[in-house]
C-alpha cells in the first residue's frame, strides 16, 4: 500500500462531515486537522478555485507530513457574470457568515425572472502526495430560487434549486445530495485516484 492514512485541509466543520461521509468506504484513515496542533491557517488568497485548493493541499502536506486533500468550490451565477466564483465564500465580506452570502446573493438577482437565474457549483480538489500535487473536479448545475428553503447543508444549499429534484439542496437528505452534488461528483472522481494509486 502507497499510505493508508491522508488528511484533510480544510477547518470548515461541515465539509468535514460531508467529506468524511464521501470517503467513508476508503480503506485509507481519514485525518482532520483538529489532530494537529499549530496547524497554519492557509489564507485562500488565489483568484482561482485550482489556486486555492493547491495552496490548502500543500500547506496541510508540508505541515503535517501525511498525503492532504483539500477543495475549493465556488458558486457561478450566469447573470452574475460566474460571481461569487472563487468569493464565494466571503462574498458579503472576509467575515461573512452564510445567511449573509446568501442575503448578499438574492439582493443581487432580485427581479432577475426564473429562467435567468441559473448557475453551478463547482468544486475543485488538489491531492499533495509527496510534493506532486493533481486535481479534479466537479459540476452540479441548478437555479438559484428567490427564497430560502430546507433546514440541511450549508453555505449557499438553501437556494441552490435542482429542477431535477424539485429541492434545493438545502430539502435534500445527506446521502441524495453527495449523489449528486459538486463536491460529490468531485470525491468520487477523487475515490478513483486513490484506488489507482493504491493499485
Known sequence: MLFDKIVLATQN????LEIQKLLANLDIEIA???QFPGVPEVVEDRDTLEGNAQKKAEVIAEFTGLPAVADDTGLEVDFLNGAPGVYSSRYSGDQATY???VKKLLSELEGVPWEKRTAKFRTVI???LKGHTEFTEGFCA???AETPKGERGFGYDPVFYV???SSTFAEMD???KNKISHRGKAFLNFKRILEQKQK
Not at 466543520?13 to 468535514?16: I, L
Open 142 to 144: 441548478g437555479i438559484i
Open 32 to 34: 482532520t486537522l483538529d
Open 126 to 128: 488538489a491531492f499533495c
Open 174 to 176: 445527506l446521502e441524495l
Open 163 to 165: 429542477p431535477e429534484f
Open 99 to 101: 445567511s449573509d452570502n
Open 13 to 16: 466543520y461541515d465539509k468535514v
